[in-house]
């Protein structure tokens, strides 16, 4: 699990804009127990979604979920970046 204030940190990005992979991006959600961050990218490439069947059906967001840590337990640079 994650330290209490380390998780009230992360959790204080919820809402903001950050940038990935040269795309512009929010942190929409902090997942604890998979010591993870949920990106969701607004460009205008939007992945294409698939029904049930396969087919491409629509265009939508593309998400992203960051590992917190690296392999040495260190939080990622780019998330130390985000949290200044």
């Known amino acids: 699990m994650l330290d209490a204030l380390l998780l009230e940190r992360l959790r204080a990005l919820i809402g903001k804009p950050v940038e990935y992979l ?14 993870a961050l949920v990106l969701e990218c ?12 396969g087919d491409a059906s629509r265009r939508v967001r593309q998400y992203h979920t960051l590992p917190l840590f690296d ?14």
């Open 42 to 53: 607004s460009n205008e490439h939007r992945g294409i979604q698939g029904n049930q069947y």
């Open 22 to 35: 040269g795309s512009a991006c929010r942190v929409i959600e902090v997942l604890p127990a998979e010591r």
């Open 71 to 84: 392999d040495n337990e260190q939080l990622e640079p780019l998330i130390e970046i985000w949290l200044g």
